[in-house]
T-cell receptor, first 111, second 117 residues
């Protein structure tokens, strides 16, 4: 039973345009959500997070939106740059339970 | 400040063998978590250690075990290897134990790529 789902395995976007990566979750207990970025041959690096008490968090070109009623969150990257090409993982947790990750979405930003 | 280091980076084993992977956390970090990443799967949580104590364990068979030493370094062991154990094993460290909502971020190492033939 996959509690965190990233239904798009891959996404291609033109440089300068907006990238939107989506994530759905099923466990209503989750109260904290994170996005990680992973380049080949490297470990994932933390990108941005959001608490369930908020519906938006922004950090430079990255914005995460949370829709609790739909159990959906999305990561917006504006403008997209070639260096953003990576695999993006969505993760969720609550209390002291470990992070639950989605399967990832491979983003390709085309110059 | 050095990041999380994992050794070895690559490993090839045969079915039935056992393997030990090592993780050295960032200096001062006392929490270490292990994850398995297989093709087409996300990161699946294996275990978390804090101050030499296992705090959480994922849904993996008993062939997977781990420990943490007094210097916070951690090892994980997989006995009686199976083909399906081929994966990237990632270690992450943080200052304290994982708590939802905490700004204490997990920092990942580059992983150990294990291939079981």
């Amino acid at each position: 039973d996959q509690q965190v789902k990233q239904n798009s395995p891959s996404l291609s976007v033109q440089e300068g345009r907006i990238s939107i990566l989506n994530c759905d979750y099923t466990n209503s207990m989750f109260d904290y959500f994170l996005w990680y970025k992973k380049y080949p041959a490297e470990g994932p690096t933390f990108l941005i997070s959001i608490s369930s008490i908020k519906d938006k968090n922004e950090d430079g070109r990255f914005t995460v939106f949370l829709n609790k009623s739909a159990k959906h969150l999305s990561l917006h990257i504006v403008p997209s740059q070639p260096g953003d090409s990576a695999v993006y993982f969505c993760a969720a947790s609550y209390g002291n339970t470990p992070l639950v990750f989605g399967k990832g979405t491979r983003l390709s930003v085309i110059a | 400040k050095a990041g999380v280091t994992q050794t070895p980076r690559y490993l090839i084993k045969t079915r039935g063998q056992q393997v030990t992977l090592s993780c050295s956390p960032i200096s001062g970090h006392r929490s270490v978590s292990w994850y398995q990443q297989t093709p087409g799967q996300g990161l699946q949580f294996l275990f978390e250690y804090f101050s030499e104590t296992q705090r959480n364990k994922g849904n993996f068979p008993g062939r997977f075990s781990g420990r943490q030493f007094s210097n916070s370094r951690s090892e994980m062991n997989v006995s009686t290897l199976e083909l399906g154990d081929s994966a990237l094993y990632l270690c992450a460290s943080s200052l304290g134990p994982h708590t939802s909502g905490s700004s204490d971020t997990q920092y990942f190492g580059p992983g150990t790529r294990l291939t079981v033939l």
